[in-house]
């Protein structure tokens, strides 16, 4: 009982942490059109997750959440996805032929 009682709200932490860093992964990178090359911000990362993890935590005015879903957020959050999506299944496919070439590998090499 006390392990659930302690279990379900890190489990809701670790499940908002993970929604606002996923979310915040377009600001990561900036696409520097002057020098036409994807650049790396940290600094402006940390902020922008700090402030939406503000945010989220008051309970007074959800409409943010509401708003970011309707307007471009939804844009960004899926695109992320999709990217995400796509890395995911071209790891697993690598792995999966990486994997079978290994099997099928002699025993003496």
Known sequence: M???ILYLPVRL???LAGFVCVVNIPI???FNSANKKVEF???SY???????LALFLHYDDYSYIFHYFKGEGMEKYTYTMTILSIS???VVFIGVIT???IMMLPHTF
């Open 28 to 30: 990561l990178f900036v």
């Open 41 to 43: 911000h940290f600094s």
């Open 46 to 52: 940390k902020y922008y997750v700090l402030d939406n």
């Open 88 to 90: 995911l299944l071209l």
């Open 2 to 4: 006390i392990k659930k």
């Open 13 to 15: 932490i670790a499940i």
């Open 99 to 101: 994997a079978t070439a």
